[in-house]
Each structure stands twice: as structure tokens, then as C-alpha cells.
């Protein structure tokens, strides 16, 4: 299991740590994320066997966000291929936590993280819709490189299947030391 828990800012704010089995209804954020549920648990198996890297903020000791990094190699290998680029995504922050610098603390971690285990290039998908996400993405140094129909699907907290197509922009980061 990936262990890790580091404490990212300087005032000792906001711990970001391996995501937890006790977390996971917490991070549904009441009905918000709940239709990811399925998804979440699946998530936190790949997190326990290496797969990928679930990783959830702390802000005065209750779960206000989180991120996961793909780490494999994926079908799609301009996004991650197991050893040069790997693939942030579901970065989210609840609202109450927004606008604080959050979101860009668990970014900054991840790719710290991916930078000391040898990876040069981070890469991060956004809808087209979602102009915050954008902003905030190209603020850190993220450059788009694509864009795509992403068609992707999921069963639900009921288990009915969820159909998804969202246009977005691929957007990719160089680790530099
Ligand atoms: C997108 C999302 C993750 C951003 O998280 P966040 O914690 O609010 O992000 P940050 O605080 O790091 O940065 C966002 C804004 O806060 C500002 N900010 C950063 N540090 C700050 C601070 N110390 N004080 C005040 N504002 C600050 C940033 O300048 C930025 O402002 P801007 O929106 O005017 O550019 C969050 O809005 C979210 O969860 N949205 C829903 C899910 C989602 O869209 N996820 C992305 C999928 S692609």
C-alpha cells in the first residue's frame, strides 16, 4: 500500500495523505459526488495494489478535496505510460474549501511526487465547460496539447449505467527539477 502523508504548506495547513477506507463516504460530499461511489471504491483498490495514487487534503482534520494519479500504462499513452508522463485527474475541492489554494496545493504535491519517482511530464484532462478548471491549470504551467471527445461510462451508487461525453482539452506539464 502507498503510504504517504506530508504536510505541503508552510503553515502546516493542509496535510495531503493516502486516501483511507473511512474516507470514502465522506468524499461523496453528501449527494454531490455520490453518483461516484462505485468508481471512488474501485479507485481505492488500485490505490492499495499500486495502481494508481489516490490522495485526499485535510483541512483542520476533515477531508475537503481530493486527486488521483493514473500512473499506467493507459490505452491512450500521450497521458501516461508508466514511466515519463502519468495522468492527474477527478481533482476536486468541496465548495466550502474553494478558492483558497487547494486545488493548486494538490497539483503541486502530485507532481512533486511524480518528479521524485523519475516521471518528467504531467498531464491533466478538462472540460471544455469547466473555465475555472482551465484557469487554474494554465496557472500552474499546464500547456494544452489536444483536445478530444472523451466517451467514457460508469455504474452509478444504484448500479445503472451512467453514459458520459464531454468535450475536452488535454493538457500536459515538463517536471523540470
Ligand atoms: C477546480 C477546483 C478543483 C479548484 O480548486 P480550488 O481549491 O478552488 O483552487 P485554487 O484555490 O488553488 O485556485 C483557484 C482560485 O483560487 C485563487 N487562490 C489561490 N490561492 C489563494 C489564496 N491563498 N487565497 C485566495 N484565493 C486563492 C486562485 O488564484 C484561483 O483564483 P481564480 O479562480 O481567480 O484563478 C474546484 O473549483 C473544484 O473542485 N471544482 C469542481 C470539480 C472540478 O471542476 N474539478 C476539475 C475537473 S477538470
Request: charged share 35%.
Amino acid at each position: 500500500m502507498i503510504n504517504i502523508f506530508q504536510i505541503i504548506d508552510q503553515e502546516k495547513k493542509w496535510p495531503i495523505r493516502s486516501v483511507q477506507k473511512k474516507d470514502l463516504r465522506k468524499l461523496e460530499y453528501g449527494l454531490m459526488y455520490r453518483r461516484y461511489r462505485k468508481l471512488m471504491e474501485l479507485s481505492f483498490l488500485d490505490h492499495q495494489y499500486e495502481k494508481k495514487v489516490y490522495l485526499v487534503a485535510l483541512v483542520k482534520n476533515k477531508v475537503a478535496g481530493q486527486i488521483i494519479i493514473d500512473w499506467r500504462i493507459l490505452k491512450d499513452e500521450t497521458k501516461s505510460d508508466g514511466k515519463i508522463r502519468a495522468y492527474l485527474y477527478s481533482l476536486r475541492v468541496y465548495p466550502p474549501y474553494r478558492s483558497k489554494g487547494l486545488g493548486t496545493a494538490m497539483i503541486l504535491f502530485c507532481e512533486n511526487f511524480l518528479r521524485e519517482r523519475g516521471f518528467k511530464i504531467a498531464t491533466i484532462a478538462c472540460e471544455k465547460k469547466n473555465p475555472r478548471a482551465l484557469k487554474l491549470y494554465e496557472k500552474v504551467g499546464y500547456k494544452i496539447f489536444k483536445e478530444e471527445e472523451s466517451a467514457w461510462e460508469f455504474y452509478d451508487h444504484n448500479s445503472i449505467l451512467r453514459k458520459m461525453k464531454e468535450p475536452e482539452w488535454i493538457l500536459e506539464k515538463e517536471l523540470t527539477t
